[in-house]
């Protein structure tokens, strides 16, 4: 365990007596019982502290954003491949049963075509001195998406505004565009009087409900939806027809998803996988940020993306 | 009564036997008996309709919204000003016991200065064939807006799609820009499959919940918020405090918004005074719809709003 | 369309102007056109009309409870009998979808064996002069609990009191016991600050969450429960295990109640048949509402039930 | 520490590396540097361990319930007194915040009159082999009863069934009756397919509903209620007015009950003060519980309570 704040460090020792410390990370790249470190720290500093850990020849597990730039990602994703270490980022949320469930729903066709995502992440919640809110809360939706989501995001478009002088923008609002009619929408907000955590994702076939606040029920999916009839006898004649059908709550995987992440992350590095929320996954949800942040600066003007680092769900 | 269907005259006529019928609206706007009529009626003939109405010398009550362009609305402002009569928009959301407190609220200076106003109006609607989402249900929402907050907004930027071959867009969202850093946002959905309708206030002093599903508390308002230190000692001070105070839901006139508002026209009519929802807000939100539109239709590019007809709340 | 309050009937002619109307329920009663009268009054009105309408040779629908005594609805069972005509009982909530769904759920197997009943009802209510909570809002849960129950009570307990002074019980509980070990209870208060209509069935194989304010979704069912181990190998072993699995919410007929319900009354009369909510069933819930009465007046006491008028389901 | 489970201990110990451990209470008990201790056992044990540790001239803090019957409460409270030593029992939910606005709100009259105490306490719980649902749950109810109702209970009413065989009760309704016509009321269940807890406090000026699972807004008060007329002019007059008006959440101190609980045990201990729920407390609900079970064996019969042992709240 390393910290520079020696009381931090203390304390956490007493905690964990059995885990040995230190002050200096340079220590714990040093040492070769190590064979690889979980970086939580500031997100200035990831890039730095996994890049030496990486060339210490250390596996490496980040936080979430994995960088403050998609070029430091970029850079840590090729040393991480010249080195043959895995390099994964911690999108904690990839590892709740209830994401599993959606992502095993959208991939396996039970939803249809995928028409929408739309997500709400608001509460009374800390302001980022060094980070706008996207930075702090959308990483999240965006990481679950980037997961669950078959199509690769084309274009960004965002808006926001802060309401602390010199401050970054506490509320925003992103809308992701894709190849297709499918559009992503992110509402993320530190200055709500309620905590609401829900995305709908509505499909041709089926739409769930993800309420991340249900202590149990977390995951709804609606046998609800719309058929379109694609030639109508006459124009005059109704084109859309309306299902309401049932509402069906799965059982979820109720372990807790940092014990399935961490114990993946070890497995991955004792077999040499490539982590589910790896690297690229990481930069790709960088890239979104910064892209949307730039189109909050111009008050949503369209921001193209560039084609992905790595080919995705290859 | 007027219907150009025989049968729903028919049908209507057998539940009010009282009241006289026509299948030909010119005897209606003919009769000198009648002083006002209200017209509900596809939005594509309301300005033919409400124009004939006003030029027989009636006061007019026009659903929402008052006309399908901008220009229709100002050459309907025109008729009514030059005639002498009531021209009144059915922005019937401004007549319901919720709204009016939250205007109350709002004009009073309890809520402090308002940051935002984010509302969701999402589920498995009818998908309208004449126009978008937007100009159905997000003419609501506009509609509340323009009578609660105290600013005029400046630019629109929307987004959304059409999940339907050669139909309207089904889902959107846009964003309001004001003057100031007060910032606005809707989210409009046909193809939900859960029914929302939750809108946020966010002021420097209060914040409001305004839930129009829940059958009682509609209106919760939280004594929470963000103090914001503007002279830190140092920059590294935190500039920001938090509150999390109690929350409070009045109790609301329960009367029916329709018949608060038909009795405030006939007051309007008989004391020749301007209604609360006068064609000039009928005229705004017309505007931010035609802007919202050109934006979605651009995919978030930033359309300016011109100067409003009309000074608001003089 | 009979009144005796001339300026009632005179408001209801105008919304129905095909309905001839009076003031004396005897011209209703010898007219030889009216084959059915639904009977709508106070229920201490209820035997002699409906008594004297059954007399005329009427078939009759009464609001529930049935009568005033289970003595006065076993009188009009006779009389019912005697002359061959159609006796039903308006037991509202046993015609929603809501209610049916739970019947076919029951009765199907797919519950298992039924464990408990237990139903809420309270909320700010009218207080009755005439008669106590368990009269006014307990009838219909017994009217529920005796359609979908597979067994018969055999005796009761209830406990309440009156905040009023000299006025009936306002606030009561019931329990309601079987052969087996079936336990069924409800809570009925006019002064509860909120407005709770939920009812919990809990069986060996699956429960059921019937929340009736519910705008859809109202009835819930869990695949949850326990499995008892009737034979362990030691006692110290545990003897249940638990499962929680799935929830689900089939969507329900929306059709309203009192429309098919009298569809159904119409078809007895024409068909000759027995009704779903026959005199019997008005007669089984009078039964326990005067034993409940009695019981809460001896704070708990014991009441038996003497074996029901008719075999049920038979 | 001490626990017999050496396996309990080793594990404990490493959480917790500072403190002595012993698998033999009699080397706690003997311990001259030991002033206090908290008793965390099968209640069957409670007796036993807690007299022990009073003779040894140890302040006890017991978990609820004080003991397994009355007549052991009350030997256990004439040893403390003797010994001059703290007996205090853990009803934990009397240091919540909640339970605190609770007393508050009803010793400051602001409830007016209590009408009625009603709780519902029910999930799929853990089934005890030794104890029935209402030692188990309803303690808890019974403990908030005891702490913010300002009369006391004269006798009892319940009822409740087993479902497994050779079981002890694992449904359980209890009607609690004072000495005016305040009424109390719980529903406590260990085969609920969904978490309640939930309880309604009525009185003459306001209401409460307490629901403990609301993650924040456990507390709400409705200004609520009805005015009765005790002096009609007429027989036919209304005797009973009704307001419906604001509702109020008030902020809770959200303080952990368990560290306001131990650190009131403390300053008990230090100064010499009797405990907010003291073993006076903690006789009075077994003596509550003890009287449920009697009277649920005999399906509701009225058990009349004897005088409490103390003066409450003198």
């Avoid at 808006?159 to 002088?165: C, D, F, L, R």
């Avoid at 809308?175 to 907000?189: P, Q, R, S, Y």
């Avoid at 930069?283 to 111009?298: D, H, K, Q, W």
Wanted: charged share 25%; proline share 4%; aromatic share 6%.
């Amino acid at each position: 365990m390393c910290d520079r704040q020696d009381d931090r460090l203390t304390s956490a020792a007493a905690r964990y007596p059995v885990v040995a410390t230190t002050t200096h990370v340079r220590q714990l790249f040093e040492n070769p019982d190590v064979d690889a470190v979980a970086i939580a720290t500031p997100v200035s500093t990831h890039f730095d502290l996994a890049l030496r850990a990486l060339q210490a020849g250390k596996h490496v597990l980040v936080e979430k954003p994995l960088a403050a730039s998609s070029a430091d990602a970029l850079r840590l994703i090729e040393e991480a491949e010249r080195r043959g270490r895995v390099l994964m980022v911690d999108h904690t949320f990839v590892y709740t049963g209830a994401v599993q469930k959606i992502a095993s729903l959208v991939s396996s066709g039970e939803l249809g075509d995928i028409y929408y995502y739309d997500s709400v992440r608001v509460n009374l919640g800390l302001f980022q001195h060094d980070v706008n809110v996207i930075w702090d809360l959308a990483v999240h939706d965006l990481s679950i998406m980037d997961h669950v989501l078959p199509s690769r995001p084309r274009a960004v478009s965002a808006t926001g505004v802060s309401h602390v002088a010199g401050g970054h923008e506490n509320i925003a609002y992103l809308t992701v565009f894709f190849d297709n009619n499918l559009i992503a929408h992110m509402h993320v907000n530190w200055l709500a009087p309620v905590k609401i955590r829900r995305t709908l994702i509505g499909g041709s076939k089926r739409m769930i409900v993800y309420d991340d606040l249900e202590p149990s029920e977390k995951i709804k999916i609606y046998d609800s939806g719309i058929t379109v009839n694609s030639r109508p006898e006459s124009v005059y004649q109704m084109l859309v027809g309306y299902r309401a059908g049932d509402m069906w709550a799965p059982r979820l995987d109720a372990t807790e998803a940092l014990k399935t992440e961490v114990a993946h992350f070890v497995d991955c590095v004792e077999r040499g996988t490539k982590p589910r929320t790896d690297a690229a996954s990481g930069l790709r949800v960088v890239r979104l940020v910064e892209a949307a942040s730039a189109s909050m600066a111009a008050r949503g003007r369209l921001i193209e993306l560039d084609a992905p680092a790595g080919a995705k769900r290859s």
